[in-house]
């Protein structure tokens, strides 16, 4: 290759590689929001399960409600969903 060919190459590639950087990612603007759903006291089946998911909730955490060796406390399923 020629010395001019290479120098093209060189921008070209540098090009690209500043194209890319931007690729996956979202516009800074765009804030991500949650709701967020507590659900207490549910005896867990697949139909309700199935329900939530279709709605668009998202299970993230579970709270087996025990505080200091006390089990009386409530057991709590957090659920989320994008707004």
């Known amino acids: 290759m020629k010395p001019k060919s290479y120098w093209l190459l060189g921008i070209l590639l540098i090009l690209c590689l500043l ?9 800074k603007n765009s804030k991500l929001t949650w709701e967020y ?13 199935n329900k939530l998911g279709a709605e668009g909730w998202e299970f993230v955490q579970y709270d087996p409600g ?15 969903r994008m707004r």
């Open 19 to 27: 194209g890319l950087t931007g690729l996956g990612q979202s516009p």
């Open 66 to 80: 025990i505080r200091g060796g006390n089990a009386s406390a409530n057991e709590r399923y957090f659920f989320r």
């Open 37 to 49: 759903k507590i659900v207490t006291e549910w005896n867990t089946n697949e139909a309700d399960l």
